[in-house]
């Protein structure tokens, strides 16, 4: 019997349909399991930087303001009906790796974030990937919303922005931690990209700046 099964020659068809069932099959035994992914900032090159005429020490504080479901969440993989699954999460606290980029910024702008007597505050009320289920693929769209002040020793607020991006990753067979993984790095480098080259923000630190 083992030796007839193994002589019948399949349609090529249907060695197809077995294979896109298994792939299937994968695709879904993958979706029911949590994942964790190294995300990096990734500066946005086509912005410019802005020195400060005077060296500038701030306070720079950076506090998860999500409803999310741990604090380094990213991203939920859901099925074709949007049910969640499993959940996507960064290695590190989303904090963390936004605290890390606006001080790389900073500092390459002549900042030092420390001790200072203007405060910088930083919200993060979003930053996350959403699958989008579409004809024949799936999407990931990246969000960041986060909310800047900056305050001096007195406690009046010298500048205050909502900053706010959005964009589409490649599109997949199915939404997969890569996916969720870049389209998060692509947000968060827009984002404080757009925080960095605001000259209100700028001049806020300290006043004069100029472009190099």
Same mark, same amino acid.
């Given at each position: *019997?083992?030796?007839?099964?193994?002589?019948?020659? #399949?349609?090529? =068809?249907?060695?197809?349909?077995?294979?896109?069932? =298994?792939?299937? $099959?994968?695709?879904?035994?993958?979706?029911?399991?949590?994942?964790?992914?190294?995300?990096?900032?990734?500066?946005?090159?086509?912005?410019?930087?802005?020195?400060?005429?005077? %060296?500038?020490?701030?306070?720079?504080? !950076?506090?998860?303001?999500?409803?999310?479901?741990?604090? +380094?969440?990213?991203?939920?993989?859901?099925?074709? #009906?949007? *049910?969640?699954?499993?959940?996507?999460? %960064?290695?590190?606290?989303?904090?963390?790796?936004?605290?890390?980029?606006?001080?790389?910024?900073?500092?390459?702008?002549?900042?030092?974030?420390?001790?200072?007597?203007?405060?910088?505050?930083?919200?993060?009320?979003?930053?996350? +990937?959403?699958?989008?289920?579409?004809?024949?693929? !799936?999407?990931?769209?990246?969000? %960041?919303?986060?909310?800047?002040?900056?305050?001096?020793?007195?406690?009046?607020?010298?500048?205050?922005?909502?900053?706010?991006?959005?964009?589409?990753?490649?599109?997949?067979?199915?939404?997969?931690?890569?996916? $969720?993984?870049? +389209?998060?790095?692509?947000?968060?480098?827009?984002?404080?990209?757009?925080?960095?080259?605001?000259?209100?923000?700028? %001049?806020?630190?300290?006043?004069?700046?100029?472009?190099?």
């Amino acid at each position: *019997m083992i030796a007839l099964c193994r002589s019948v020659k #399949y349609p090529a =068809a249907m060695k197809i349909n077995i294979f896109v069932i =298994a792939a299937a $099959a994968l695709c879904s035994a993958c979706a029911i399991i949590p994942e964790q992914v190294q995300v990096e900032y990734k500066p946005d090159a086509s912005v410019a930087r802005t020195q400060l005429l005077s %060296a500038s020490a701030v306070r720079l504080q !950076v506090a998860d303001a999500r409803h999310a479901e741990g604090v +380094s969440w990213i991203a939920d993989k859901k099925n074709g #009906y949007g *049910m969640r699954l499993a959940s996507i999460a %960064a290695q590190r606290p989303v904090a963390d790796l936004v605290r890390d980029a606006v001080v790389q910024e900073l500092t390459a702008r002549g900042v030092r974030v420390g001790e200072g007597r203007t405060t910088v505050t930083l919200d993060i009320t979003r930053l996350e +990937s959403v699958f989008q289920t579409r004809f024949f693929s !799936v999407g990931a769209i990246g969000y %960041a919303d986060f909310a800047v002040q900056v305050r001096r020793v007195d406690g009046s607020i010298a500048y205050a922005r909502n900053f706010s991006v959005s964009n589409d990753d490649e599109a997949g067979l199915a939404g997969t931690a890569g996916q $969720a993984r870049r +389209s998060v790095e692509s947000a968060l480098s827009k984002v404080v990209g757009q925080i960095v080259s605001d000259p209100a923000f700028i %001049a806020a630190l300290s006043t004069g700046p100029r472009t190099t």
